[in-house]
Each structure stands twice: as C-alpha cells, then as structure tokens.
C-alpha cells in the first residue's frame, strides 16, 4: 500500500463509517418519540428536567447509569420509593441518612415544592422510558435483597430486643430520634425490629424472601381494597398494613411458601414487641412504597 | 526553535502546566470525598468539586493541543506563523474564560450537563477562540503554501474539534435526545477526532525522534486515522447502550467498539517499530519516553480497559459503575495527558536554553511516578469496581452498603493519586525551573515532502 491508497482508505473509511452513522440517526429519530413517551413530557417534567440541571444532579448520580458514581443511580428511583418518601428526602435528605455512618450525605438543596414535585415527575418520567430493560435487577439506596448482609455482628447474632440509643445499629443504618421523619424512622425500624423486616422482605420488585416482596405494597393494597374480591376488615391502606404487622394471618399472601392451613409464617410477635408509635411510623414506611 | 513566532507555544504550555496543577487539587478533593465524611459538604460538595477536575482537565489538554500545534505548525510549514498578536489574544481570551467558568463553578452557574456545564456565554467563547486560532493556523499554512500530511491530521482533528462542539451549544427538550447529542461532542472527540490530533503529534515527534522515514510515518498515520473513524464513529453506539433509544445501537456498539482497539495497538505498534528501526537518533530520550509511553498507555487504558466493558451482555452489569471511572482516568491519561507532556518535553529544550536537550533527572521521575501513580489509581478504581458490580449489581446489595464495603479502595486511590500528584508537581517545577529565551537557531531543516507532491508518488 502506498501513501495515496493509504489516504484513500483514511477517507473512505470515515465517509463510510460516518454515512452509515448518520442513517442510524436519522432512523433513531423517528423512534425517540415512542421509545421516550414524549407525549408524556408534561410542563411538571419540564420543571424538573430543569431543576436536575439547576442543581448539578448529574455530578454525583446517574441517570440512565451515566453521570458521576458519588451517589445512587436514579432511572428508576420512582418504582422504588414512593412520592411521598421523595418529597420528605428531597426536603431535607439528613432525616433519612447519617453522614457519620455512610461518610457521605446529599447536601440539603435549594429546592421550591415545585421544583421537588417536578423532579418527582421528571424522574417517573424517565423511569418509564424503553430503555432495553436497564437495570436488569433492581439498583438499591441501601439495605440489601441478601437478608442479614447489611447487619452488624451483633445483630446477626440476634442480640437486639428492641430499638434504642444503645442498640448497635447495622453499618448502613443511621441512628434516630422521634423527631424525625415517620418514613424515616419507619424506614430504621424495617432494618432493626426483632426479628427485622428487612430478613424476610427485600423491597426489590420480584425479589421474594422468606416472605414476598414489598416493593410497590402501597400501590397494590390500593387496588386489593378496591376490588370486589376483598373481604378484609381494614377499610384503607394504612390500616391494611397495620393488620398486616401485627395479625399476619390477616393478610396472606398466596402460595406454600408463605402460609399453611391458614396461619402466615410470619412472626406474629409485633403487636406486642413494637410500641405504637413505631408501628405507625413503620406503616408509614410501608405505605411510602408505591 | 527555528521559528521566532514558536515562542507562543511556551505561554500555552505555562497556562496549561497551571491548570493541570488546579485539576489535580479538585481530583484529590474529590477522592477525600470518596472516604468521607466530608468537612466541606456545604461549601464545596463533590458535584462542584468533580466538575472542577473534568472541565480543568479538557481546558488544559486543549490548552497544550493548541501550543503543540503552533510549535508544529511553523517547522512543518517552514514559516513564521501568521499573526503571533492573534495567538496571544487568543490565549488571553481562553484562559480567562477558563478561570472565569471555574469561578461560576463555585456558585453552581453552569448547565448541569455532563462535561459540557460551561454555560452558554463561555460556550461561545470556545467556540470565538477555536475560529481564531484556526484561521490563524489556515492563514499561515496557507501564506507558506506547505501542507504535510502530519499537520493535515493535526489541524482536520482540531477543525473537527470545533464543528463537533456545535451540537453542544443546542438545547432539547428531551432528556434521552439531549444524552444522545452530547456524546456527538463528547465521544466523537475523545475516541475520533482528539485521536487525530494525538496521531498528528505523536507523527511529529516519532519522526523528529527517531529520524524514522517521513514517508512510511504519514502512511501508516492515515492508515491509523482510518482505523480509527471506522471502530470510533459506529463506536459512539457503546454510549447508546440503556438510555431510551433504538436496540439496535446494542450489536453496533458491542463489534464496533471491540474493533477500537485495532487503531490504538496500531499506534503502539507504530510508535514501537519506529524507535526499533532507527535505534535512537535524537538526544531527547525524555520526550522519547512520553511519545512512546502516550503510545503504549492509550493500548491499555483506552483499547483494553474500553473493551473489558464495553459488550452490552458485560456492560449491562457495569454501566454507571466505578469501572467506567476506571477506563476513563487510564485513558484520558495516555491519550491526552502524555502526549501533551510528549510535545511540552520536545519542545522545551528549545525554549528554555538552560536545560539540558536530554531532559533532567526530575523529568524522567516525574514520568515514573506519573505512570505508577496512575498505573495504581487505574487499579483502585478497577476493584472497587469490579466490588461494587457483584455486591451492587449482581448480589442487590443497597449503593450505600456497597460503597461502605468498598472503602478500602478509596484508601488505595487517594494514596495512588498522592503518587501521581507528586510526579505531576515535579514536572510543573521542572517546567517552570528554567527561564524562557526565545533564540532562533538558523541551521537549515532537510527537505520536506509535501501533502501534494507526496500524493503524486
């Protein structure tokens, strides 16, 4: 090959390269529409497209996985956690996380309500967009689909009772008052109740435990109270949940895994090992779960 | 120097030797954040400090592209450059919109758009002193009347450069088309066209170096530009992989972006067997070492680092993880960085007369503690990486969890980039440790072929 051939094949290789890329293209953009939802790109998405902007989001998380790796990925944050949990975290993120135990925090933002409920829907957005299945399991915060891993020796080794100052936390969970948020302290007795929640349900869609998953409980309790079919006693979705702790049996979920002649295998010791307020605040928890 | 009008090169050098000093002080920041917890969370949190270091680092590269290529572009053409006052208002212009858009940074004015947060005043700006200084590279090519093939793919890459920058400044409403056209500018530039400039480069200098045959290098770099563009322009399908468009950028990405590594372990292999031919002509074993070193750790950073995750089937599992960080510090490092301290540590000899042609002592332990520094960096990010895929992705262990089980890693990493940081300091001390003296040597240069007198061979 001489230098002439050789800056042939340069161009040649480019032009076509480049021609092919362009119809690619060309073709990609009569498919964003759909593959995108865009009629769903309402003015509240625009506010929030904005607001992640604004605030530089893109520098600790990722979206669609690009972005910095300082923070979680947030595709599909809105079928993990409720509305109601991201507009109590996007108020002040501190309620829900400990810098001293996670050694980082998301710094408290600058956000208006409608910034925060447009990031919300921006977020809910994005996380319907058809993007080839991504991420083929769940992307959690924190807490784990693997029961135990996120606890402390001594609480696997079962020595908590009950929760307390004293109580040693497990590493990823942050030490609370009843000052908090109620999602949050719910949030903090899902990991540490005795036997811990978190043991048997992981809140990953189709990750079942011991128990069933309890990713989305709040939206499918919604529509089990609505449907003819159901005969329970709780009239709404919070006293549903309730029941569900303290009477298991109440509540079951098919299948011979879970229960047998009628009797949940779920611990039914709740109702009297967690004091009310915790239970609330547990139910809140739940009920943040969409 | 054989050109007086060269001496701009040396005020371009010093303003990037700067900003590369500042781009590492908000790297080593952002590490420290890594470990946490964080002292300065409300002043200077991680988003600002991580934008900092990636906007750094493009300036300055781009910074000594420009200066390597006004020191390349009087001796290929054998003149003096058009206009010198141009290139220093240029300089000016750039280096103020460099500091007045870190300032921003501090108060979070910018776009919030990966790698492309100037706003748009500063956009602009880029976009003023890239014309500029191209019609002043095109103007003196042009008065001199001699192109060389070597400098053809210098000034195509960096006019790509700026054509490339265009889709950057659009606005879009969607958020998965707005991903989409950036990578137009963003990979396009770092896996095609900067890649042309790196390859013009690293031809001037192999031939300057090795005394290797003018016309065999220009070949073989058209060969390497080729390859390059097939492999990187269907290549930008690897950042198509999950982000809401068509299915079929997953196959394209996954063969296209396998082929990428073709062109780079060309280039080593060019870099190699041009030494290997001319057993070692020219005196500057420092600039050797950074020529052939950018050669041989593009292979490795870019070409094999890119491929370990760049299969969709892998990539499924290790898109947004530490692992892209990985990749991205090894080969932004051997690509840019080195053949930008490649040129630096060609061209000072002449523009600082005091030092030694050779290069010093603290040159060649600036180039080896650079390399182990990042040599290890690349390593701590590639475990807590490879840690994070399986507790994270794999196991459904929560982010936070994870990074508390990898935090170790960060450890490695911020001890790492000390090492690296060192050898970093000891090359901007070495830089600035001679005065310059613009002395023109009058010596004659041999005869150079031309881009069309070569064509009609």
């Not at chain 1, 119809?23 to 497209?49: C, M, R, W």
């Not at chain 2, 220009?218 to 930008?236: D, P, Q, S």
């Not at chain 2, 901007?428 to 072929?449: G, N, T």
Request: proline residues 5%; aromatic residues 12%; neutral net charge.
């Amino acid at each position: 090959m001489n230098k002439r051939q050789s800056r042939f094949f340069a161009i040649a290789c480019t032009a076509v390269a480049g021609a092919l890329f362009l119809g690619l293209t060309v073709n990609s953009h009569a498919q964003f529409d759909k593959l995108t939802n865009a009629h769903n790109i309402t003015a509240e998405v625009n506010v929030g497209n904005k607001a992640w902007h604004d605030n530089n989001c893109i520098n600790c998380h990722t979206l669609f996985g690009e972005g910095a790796y300082y923070a979680p990925d947030l595709t599909k944050i809105t079928k993990l956690r409720g509305e109601a949990y991201l507009k109590a975290y996007l108020r002040d993120p501190s309620k829900f996380y400990d810098e001293q135990k996670h050694r980082r925090l998301m710094p408290k933002q600058d956000l208006s309500e409608a910034d925060i409920s447009g990031l919300i829907a921006f977020l809910e957005w994005v996380s319907n967009v058809d993007n080839q299945g991504w991420p083929p399991r769940p992307i959690l915060v924190s807490g784990a689909t693997l029961p135990g891993s996120t606890f402390s020796e001594p609480q696997q080794a079962g020595k908590t009772s009950d929760v307390s100052a004293t109580t040693p936390l497990p590493p990823g969970a942050r030490p609370t008052t009843s000052a908090d948020d109620p999602i949050a302290l719910g949030e903090n007795m899902f990991r540490s109740a005795n036997p811990a929640c978190v043991a048997c349900h992981s809140i990953s869609p189709g990750v079942n435990l011991a128990g069933p998953s309890l990713a989305g409980v709040s939206a499918r309790t919604e529509a089990l109270l609505a449907s003819p079919a159901y005969t329970g006693q709780a009239k709404d979705v919070a006293g549903y949940l309730r029941e569900a702790v303290i009477a298991p049996s109440a509540h079951r979920v098919p299948g011979d895994m879970y229960s047998a002649n009628g009797v949940s295998f779920m611990p039914s010791n709740y109702g009297k090992d967690v004091k009310p307020e915790q239970l609330e605040a547990l139910v809140a928890y739940l009920s943040s779960l969409k | 120097m054989r050109y007086k009008s060269q001496s701009v090169a040396y005020w371009y050098f010093a303003v990037a030797m700067a900003l590369f000093g500042l781009q590492l002080v908000f790297g080593l920041l952002s590490a420290a954040k890594y470990l946490g917890p964080d002292p300065l969370i409300n002043i200077l949190p991680f988003d600002v400090t991580k934008m900092m270091h990636t906007n750094l680092l493009i300036v300055w590269v781009l910074t000594g592209f420009m200066g390597g290529t006004y020191w390349v572009v009087p001796e290929e053409s054998r003149t003096e450059l058009y206009s010198v006052k141009l290139a220093y208002v240029q300089l000016v212009m750039w280096t103020l919109m460099g500091v007045a858009t870190i300032i921003g940074y501090f108060f979070r004015y910018g776009t919030g758009n990966k790698l492309l947060e100037q706003p748009l005043p500063s956009k602009l700006v880029i976009v003023i002193v890239m014309l500029m200084f191209l019609y002043n590279i095109g103007m003196t090519i042009r008065r001199a009347g001699r192109l060389t093939t070597t400098e053809g793919v210098l000034l195509g890459g960096l006019g790509l450069a700026a054509i490339l920058y265009v889709p950057a400044l659009l606005h879009y409403q969607n958020y998965t088309v707005a991903i989409f056209y950036r990578w137009w500018t963003i990979h396009l530039w770092v896996e095609g066209v900067w890649e042309m400039i790196q390859g013009g480069l690293m031809a001037y200098l192999l031939i300057r170096l090795s005394g290797a045959d003018r016309e065999v290098m220009e070949k073989w770099l058209y060969v390497i530009v080729g390859l390059v563009f097939i492999a990187g322009i269907l290549g930008t399908a690897h950042h198509y992989y999950w982000i809401g468009v068509p299915g079929y950028w997953l196959p394209i990405g996954g063969v296209f972006s396998a082929l990428e590594p073709v062109a780079l372990v060309g280039m080593a292999m060019y870099a190699y067997s041009a030494i290997r031919r001319s057993g070692l002509s020219h005196p500057n074993g420092l600039a050797l070492h950074w020529t052939v070193g950018s050669a041989v750790f593009t292979m490795f950073g870019a070409g094999l680092l890119g491929v370990a995750h760049t299969l969709p089937s892998v990539n499924k599992w290790t898109h947004g993880t530490l692992i892209t960080a990985m990749h991205g510090h090894a080969a932004f490092y051997g690509a840019y960085v080195m053949i930008v301290l490649a040129i630096i540590s060609y061209a000072l000899p002449a523009l600082c007369p005091g030092r030694s042609e050779k290069g010093s002592a603290l040159g060649y332990w600036a180039f080896w503690l650079q390399l182990g520094g990042m040599f290890g960096m690349t390593l701590a990010f590639a475990t807590a990486g490879i840690g994070q895929v399986y507790l994270e992705r794999i196991m459904g262990l929560g982010y936070l969890d994870t990074q508390l089980k990898i935090q170790i890693h960060f450890v490695m990493l911020t001890a790492t980039a000390s090492l690296f940081t060192i050898g970093v300091g000891l090359f901007i001390y070495d830089f600035f440790r001679y005065p310059p003296q613009f002395a023109v040597r009058s010596d004659a240069e041999p005869e150079l072929p031309l881009l069309g007198a070569a064509a009609s061979n």
